[in-house]
């Protein structure tokens, strides 16, 4: 028979960003827990609010499954001694095993005959299983933060009941001195006192008549309606906020909309900064007309409903007022100023104690934004450098040094002000673009020119804080190193820009050189080393998210880094041929090669480019002969593709597919280490002639004979 569990953990009202991760993990304890204690279940949900955390599990066995464990004991020569009897061995493994000694078994194992208990569990009822769990579960949610408030345990916030039902049987444990029981709480003021909930089943409903949503889906649903029904009252509609709607579902409740409005002079503000004055802290939805211009109007979401309505929208236009008011003060004195004024003021912030100012920073910026012009697009220079120069004017602005909501404007804030002292349109665009992407779901720059900029930025970031001893570990990422190694790959890949970029951070960290900034003592050569790993694990990670297997990726990021979109495009030729069997075969011969020459003498092995004789005589076979001619053609075929800017690298590795038979051959007709050195040298040339040949693509030896395989 299968029942359903409910637990309602009841607290104070909880952080937003707190809930959703701790639902998640409540439902992975639940549902692990549940499997691990052998107890089938259809179907477990979390839901929750402020003011509680929930698990609804349905169709949850009545009792555990059967379970029959085999124990093996010890050997039969120890566990009975010469008369046949059992000894203490013996009875002691069958008393822990919880059988007579007389059931044990016998088994036949390679190391010789062992005793073997088969210990059968009939199962327990359900019910008396949970009175461990739950409370097992509860314990084992992590928060951000946590407190403690009677010495019992520790919350995210003080525990204030606890709501614990098997169908319409509560489950008795305790918890944080609080023993579990079938009361909960409604709304904190449409519905304070307690009320009982009489069965699983019945708790959405039973909350709903007391003012409560429980599901997240449906609060925020409920959001969305109301904001847009407001903002269509005005004839305007909300501006889409998905990530303020989820915020906002996970303070209340039970929402309801209030219409709020504010004086038409603060709409001669950017819409960026009013839009920011109505979000932040205070958390309104802004809403705009037809035409897409903001229109003088907000709704605020409260937590709950009836009286106090027009007192509350005037508290939020004050609020709201002063927050605009603040925002037109700094607007006109940033623009009295004027950008030039606070590019200079940036060399009185520090941007890091061993890189100098944000000054400092802005010039390498310009010469490296200017230096990635030439290479992408030449005709962009002049945009870029003035985008540049410009790019972190806003820093010293008052509206981002307040230290208010409007910080968060940064790159934003300063395209305004380029527009509104006149800047051409690309520079403006440049500056507003060149802060993305700031996360993984963020969009690349738009324009060639925000591109550039955006990782001119990243770039500095990155060498500099590598030259600053700044250490990226698993957990640790100081000035977001991480994230702009990853931004500078995806605005690469994504636009289809081929750029070295690890030879542009030996150009950069010249360019740290020739101001003075050294890299920390005796590290040049380690941090050189640290970016080389750094960026290489940058780049498999974008390879791992477009489905290249790890041993193609380590195979082609042992060749030319530097490029992400033709290590890309290196990658996905190899598999999109390495699967057949003519690449099978020839991988075989190409690491039969490759383990010769790692174990021959270095002395032996002929440099790369060591000009051999080309007369077929010159060779001690006909099979040395052709493959050094094969491979000499293959050579200068993959060189020919590879000054293409863009090389077809299927085309090239069936160039050197190509090479199977001949490299078949050799190993067939020749000895590689005879014993006369002059023809062992010779030989081995023409193995490195064939090596170098595969290397300009990627280190084949990485790659497995065969799907499975290690590789050697």
Request: hydrophobic share 40%.
């Amino acid at each position: 028979m299968a029942r359903s569990l409910l637990l309602e953990i009841g607290c104070e009202e909880l952080p937003a960003g707190f809930i959703p991760p701790a639902l998640e993990q409540l439902r992975s304890l639940a549902r692990e827990g549940l499997l691990g204690a052998r107890i089938g279940t259809a179907e477990v949900q979390a839901m929750g609010t402020p003011r509680r955390l929930t698990l609804l599990a349905e169709g949850v066995a009545d009792r555990q499954e059967e379970e029959t464990r085999e124990l093996t004991g010890p050997a039969v020569r120890v566990a009975f001694d010469a008369d046949g009897s059992p000894t203490n061995a013996a009875r002691g493994f069958a008393k822990s095993a919880g059988i007579p000694v007389e059931s044990l078994e016998r088994i036949t194992t390679p190391k010789g005959e062992y005793l073997l208990a088969r210990v059968h569990d009939a199962g327990k009822p359900t019910r008396d299983i949970l009175p461990s769990l739950l409370p097992a579960w509860i314990g084992a949610i992590q928060f951000p933060k946590t407190m403690h408030w009677n010495g019992s345990g520790r919350f995210a916030r003080p525990v204030r009941w606890l709501l614990a039902l098997w169908d319409g049987e509560v489950v008795p444990f305790e918890s944080f001195a609080i023993q579990s029981g079938k009361r909960s709480r409604g709304h904190r003021t449409l519905s304070p006192g307690w009320f009982e909930v009489k069965s699983a089943d019945r708790y959405t409903g039973t909350l709903r008549e007391n003012y409560v949503l429980p599901v997240m889906a449906e609060r925020r649903e409920r959001v969305v309606t109301l904001v847009n029904e407001a903002a269509a009252s005005k004839g305007g509609k909300a501006l889409a906020d998905p990530e303020l709607v989820e915020e906002v579902a996970n303070l209340i409740e039970w929402p309801d909309a209030i219409l709020g409005h504010f004086d038409e002079r603060y709409l001669e503000l950017p819409a960026p900064i009013v839009i920011t004055a109505m979000r932040a802290h205070q958390r309104y939805f802004a809403i705009e007309g037809d035409r897409g211009t903001l229109l003088p109007h907000f709704v605020a979401i409260r937590n709950g409903q009836g009286e106090g309505k027009d007192s509350i929208r005037r508290g939020n236009e004050a609020v709201l007022r002063a927050r605009l008011e603040d925002a037109r003060f700094y607007w006109e004195n940033d623009r009295k100023a004027g950008l030039e004024r606070k590019v200079q003021e940036l060399k009185q912030i520090v941007w890091h104690e061993k890189l100098g100012s944000v000054y400092d920073r802005t010039q390498r910026i310009v010469q490296l934004a200017e230096e990635l012009a030439r290479q992408l697009a030449p005709k962009t220079r002049d945009v870029v450098s003035r985008a540049a120069y410009l790019s972190k004017a806003d820093l010293a602005s008052e509206m981002i040094r307040s230290g208010k909501e409007f910080a968060g404007l940064e790159g934003i804030a300063g395209a305004e002000y380029a527009a509104a002292q006149g800047e051409p349109a690309a520079v403006v665009g440049a500056i507003r673009e060149h802060i993305l992407p700031r996360s993984p779901s963020d969009p690349i720059p738009h324009s060639i020119e925000g591109a550039i900029l955006s990782l001119a930025d990243r770039l500095d970031v990155i060498v500099g804080g590598f030259r600053a001893g700044l250490t990226v570990t698993g957990s640790q990422d100081p000035y977001g190193l991480r994230r702009a190694g990853n931004g500078i790959v995806r605005i690469l890949t994504e636009k289809g820009l081929r750029l070295d970029v690890s030879a542009l951070a030996s150009w950069l960290g010249a360019l740290y050189d020739r101001a003075g900034i050294a890299a920390r003592s005796g590290a040049e050569r380690s941090g050189e080393t640290e970016f080389a790993e750094f960026w290489s694990q940058r780049v498999a990670s974008a390879l791992e998210e477009k489905g290249i297997p790890y041993d193609t990726a380590a195979a082609v990021l042992a060749v030319r880094p530097g490029d992400p979109l033709d290590v890309l495009a290196r990658a996905r030729a190899i598999e999109a041929i390495r699967r057949t069997e003519d690449f099978e075969g020839l991988m075989i011969g190409y690491r039969r090669a490759a383990n010769i020459l790692k174990s021959a003498p270095a002395g032996e092995v002929a440099a790369s480019g060591q000009p051999l004789a080309e007369r077929p005589e010159a060779f001690g076979d006909k099979a040395e002969a052709d493959l050094h001619l094969e491979t000499k053609m293959a050579r200068q075929a993959v060189e020919t593709y590879l000054q293409s800017p863009e090389p077809d690298y299927q085309a090239l590795l069936r160039h050197l597919l190509a090479l199977k038979p001949s490299i078949d051959r050799f190993f067939e007709a020749v000895m590689v280490m005879a014993e006369d050195p002059t023809a062992r040298k010779r030989r081995l040339a023409i193995l490195e002639e064939v090596r170098q040949t595969f290397i300009r693509i990627a280190d084949f030896s990485a790659l497995p004979s065969a799907p499975g395989q290690k590789s050697v």
